[in-house]
């Protein structure tokens, strides 16, 4: 899905998209692991697959070798949902390790598919990856 620079961004953040998640969605590395967590949220939303996979620690459960298998995935769950709102709740880093508890408004298939997660990050060359979450 294409958006404009100028619309607000997709992680809710009240930020202009060419401000917020755009530069991350185009490379920039993410300065906290609060920020990459946004940035998946608006990835998810707009169905940058490719994005949602490059920001996931191939050693997390979520990690899946099949690159085409699990871009085809994500597309079709992206495609079915809409990203309605992200709230932050919490953050830790400790280290090479962080953690974002957030809460999620979705609706996928016409139902409320709304959930929180404390979501843990790992940081791996100079990068935050995503490793796994835990609901809350």
């Not at 495609?79 to 609706?107: E, M, N, P, S, Y």
Request: proline share 6%.
């Amino acid at each position: 899905m294409s958006v404009s620079g100028n619309t607000p961004c997709p992680c809710h953040s009240g930020e202009r998209y060419k401000r917020c998640c755009r530069p991350l969605h185009q490379g920039k590395s993410a300065p906290d692991p609060e920020r990459l967590m946004r940035s998946r949220y608006a990835a998810y939303a707009l169905g940058e697959v490719v994005y949602i996979q490059e920001t996931t620690d191939p050693t997390g459960p979520q990690y899946q070798r099949d690159l085409v298998a699990w871009a085809d995935e994500l597309r079709e769950w992206c495609a079915a949902t809409q990203f309605l709102g992200l709230k932050i709740v919490d953050r830790v880093v400790q280290g090479d390790t962080a953690w974002v508890q957030f809460h999620a408004t979705l609706r996928s298939n016409g139902r409320d598919a709304s959930f929180g997660e404390r979501s843990a990050f790992t940081l791996l060359n100079g990068r935050w990856r995503y490793h796994s979450g835990t609901p809350r």
